[in-house]
């Protein structure tokens, strides 16, 4: 009798933990539709207001002015700036920890290593910005006097610094996971262990290093408080690294904060934004599982 109702316990576990694991994918699956159906609703509000050709061509953005223009271009210039000088500092740091530590860190060394980067991809954001503002800004100053306290160079550098240790993780995984019979197959070959790194792992993972990168990408697109706090709120279509801009994000952040009542077309802006924001978040994941999909090497 006890065998027969442990039985009956484990028969019914096995049919409820399948219904609540769906029950648990089916409310991310609705709140990712809410958000979505949330967001294009008031972003047709604000076109009904704005005109579209407006949005993606005029070259000013003043939504504050007495005379408001609503061209959403300095914005994203603003945003790839960053993302541009982040990628300059998190790309080849990242790959090159990466390399490191599958190839020719010690165990021991591994372990060290990889703890430090975890806690750097745990610090909250908002302390980022905080050091960017108040140690990398005046570092930077030193170097160049011109720089404004509020520019595009400091908060680039230190998002850099926050997607580093996504890039490294992810394309260390992608290294260790290529064979070990292919570096013994290029060591017996006579390939140093620099060669058989550069010529045949990195070739063979390239895929995973590609889609670690892309998606590390996206992540500094849609970063906010690095750049709210030390990026500045000018949005202007300057190349210049050293003013003080504005990006996509940093715009949601100060009209969020309660520079425009409800209702108004300035409010309607952050969704109209955020739609553009998720447009480019969006491309980049799929240009990541694509790139994935495309080049993965099967062994």
């Given at each position: 009798?006890?065998?027969?109702?442990?039985?009956?316990?484990?028969?019914?576990?096995?049919?409820?933990?399948?219904?609540?694991?769906?029950?648990?994918?089916?409310?991310?699956?609705?709140?990712?539709?809410?958000?979505?159906?949330?967001?294009?609703?008031?972003?047709?509000?604000?076109?009904?207001?704005?005109?579209?050709?407006?949005?993606?061509?005029?070259?000013?953005?003043?939504?504050?002015?007495?005379?408001?223009?609503?061209?959403?271009?300095?914005?994203?210039?603003?945003?790839?700036?960053?993302t541009v000088i982040a990628a300059v500092v998190a790309v080849p740091v990242g790959l090159a920890t990466a390399i490191f530590l599958s190839e020719y860190a010690s165990e021991k060394t591994r372990r060290i290593i990889k703890p430090i980067l975890e806690v750097l991809?745990?610090?909250?954001?908002?302390?980022?910005?905080?050091?960017?503002?108040?140690?990398?800004?005046?570092?930077?100053?030193?170097?160049?006097?011109?720089?404004?306290?509020?520019?595009?160079?400091?908060?680039?550098?230190?998002?850099?610094?926050?997607?580093?240790?996504?890039?490294?993780?992810?394309?260390?995984?992608?290294?260790?996971?290529?064979?070990?019979?292919?570096?013994?197959?290029?060591?017996?070959?006579?390939?140093?262990?620099?060669?058989?790194?550069?010529?045949?792992?990195?070739?063979?993972?390239?895929?995973?290093?590609?889609?670690?990168?892309?998606?590390?990408?996206?992540?500094?697109?849609?970063?906010?408080?690095?750049?709210?706090?030390?990026?500045?709120?000018?949005?202007?279509?300057?190349?210049?690294?050293?003013?003080?801009?504005?990006?996509?994000?940093?715009?949601?952040?100060?009209?969020?904060?309660?520079?425009?009542?409800?209702?108004?077309?300035?409010?309607?802006?952050?969704?109209?934004?955020?739609?553009?924001?998720?447009?480019?978040?969006?491309?980049?994941?799929?240009?990541?599982?694509?790139?994935?999909?495309?080049?993965?090497?099967?062994?």
């Open positions: 009798m006890i065998l027969e109702k442990k039985s009956k316990k484990k028969i019914n576990m096995e049919k409820v933990i399948p219904k609540l694991l769906f029950l648990t994918a089916a409310i991310s699956v609705f709140t990712t539709i809410g958000i979505i159906l949330t967001l294009i609703f008031e972003t047709f509000i604000f076109f009904d207001r704005v005109s579209i050709v407006e949005f993606f061509t005029e070259a000013k953005w003043l939504p504050f002015a007495s005379a408001p223009s609503y061209g959403i271009m300095p914005l994203i210039v603003g945003t790839l700036k960053i991809a745990g610090i909250p954001t908002i302390v980022y910005g905080f050091f960017a503002l108040t140690f990398v800004t005046p570092v930077l100053r030193d170097l160049f006097p011109s720089l404004d306290m509020f520019n595009a160079l400091s908060p680039g550098i230190v998002v850099g610094i926050m997607i580093m240790p996504m890039i490294a993780s992810l394309s260390e995984d992608a290294l260790v996971s290529v064979p070990k019979s292919i570096r013994e197959g290029a060591y017996a070959l006579g390939a140093t262990k620099l060669e058989t790194t550069i010529k045949v792992v990195l070739p063979a993972a390239i895929s995973g290093i590609v889609a670690s990168i892309v998606l590390a990408l996206s992540r500094a697109i849609g970063e906010t408080m690095i750049v709210s706090v030390a990026g500045g709120s000018t949005p202007n279509m300057s190349m210049d690294v050293t003013s003080s801009i504005q990006t996509m994000t940093a715009y949601i952040v100060q009209v969020s904060s309660g520079d425009a009542g409800y209702g108004t077309t300035i409010y309607y802006s952050i969704y109209a934004v955020g739609m553009t924001l998720f447009v480019f978040t969006l491309v980049m994941n799929l240009l990541a599982q694509f790139i994935s999909r495309k080049f993965r090497e099967e062994y």
